[in-house]
């Protein structure tokens, strides 16, 4: 497709278990993001991704969640052993590059409920 | 620290009528880009418009425009002839130029908006 494609768009599993959520960029967008929206919340970052340099991974919230792009593309977050608090939409955005007025493209989301 | 803040969790307003929907936002920086983006039921993050800080010109997307009032640090959208379509949640987002290789946005916590038919 010509969007940002996530799957899954929901995610049901119980608390310990492990979950892989995908993202597939625009094709050629060079720069990709994962942000986290909590009920009622703004965005949170998580990690950002630019071509082939080193990834910002500041925003992870602890070392359970890990995220890796393969090959410039695709993109997985992965969230081990999870917990409920880790219950939200997972987003995913790509854009060309990472220059200031680059415009974000999104994905509609990834939504996990922990139970 | 950067920050962006949105006063009005939600706002009211009647089919065709212009709305003003409030954003301020804090940096220390002299470079950087404001983005207005609308997140409807569906939840996709729709791209509106995007000012940068050295504009001399606000910007202007169709129905969208930006008030941009850098002394005050404001970043106000404006939405003319409110349609149905238009409710929604509606974020500001900043960047600022000396982020180094990270690029990511800051965002506000957004403003919900009902278009009454």
């Known amino acids: 497709g010509a969007g940002v494609s996530q799957s899954p768009s929901n995610k049901v599993t119980e608390k310990g278990k492990d979950v892989e959520l995908r993202c597939d960029p625009i094709?050629?967008?060079?720069?990709l993001y994962w942000y986290r929206q909590s009920l009622g919340q703004g965005l949170e970052f998580l990690i950002y991704?630019?071509?082939?340099?080193?990834?910002?991974k500041s925003g992870l919230p602890s070392d359970r969640f890990s995220a890796e792009r393969t090959g410039g593309s695709v993109s997985t977050l992965t969230i081990q052993r999870t917990q409920q608090e880790d219950s939200a939409v997972y987003l995913c955005?790509?854009?060309?590059?990472?220059?200031?007025?680059?415009?974000?493209?999104f994905g509609e989301g990834s939504r996990l409920t922990v139970l | 620290a950067q920050k962006i803040t949105q006063t009005q969790p939600g706002m009211f307003v009647q089919e065709k009528e212009a709305v003003t929907l409030d954003c301020t936002y804090d940096t220390s920086d002299q470079s950087y880009g404001l983005f207005w983006y609308k997140q409807p039921s569906s939840g996709e993050m729709i791209f509106l418009i995007y000012?940068?800080?050295?504009d001399e010109q606000n910007a202007t997307e169709g129905r969208y425009s930006l008030n941009f009032q850098k002394a005050r640090k404001s970043a106000n959208l404006v939405i003319s002839a409110s349609q149905l379509g238009d409710s929604a949640m509606y974020f500001c987002?900043?960047?600022?130029?000396?982020?180094?290789?990270?690029?990511?946005?800051?965002w506000g916590l957004g403003t919900s908006l009902a278009v009454n038919p």
């Open positions: 000012q940068g800080s050295y």
């Open positions: 987002a900043m960047r600022d130029h000396n982020a180094g290789n990270n690029r990511k946005l800051i």
């Open positions: 955005a790509s854009s060309t590059t990472g220059a200031l007025n680059g415009e974000l493209f």
């Open positions: 991704f630019q071509g082939n340099s080193a990834p910002d």
């Open positions: 094709s050629g967008h060079t720069a």
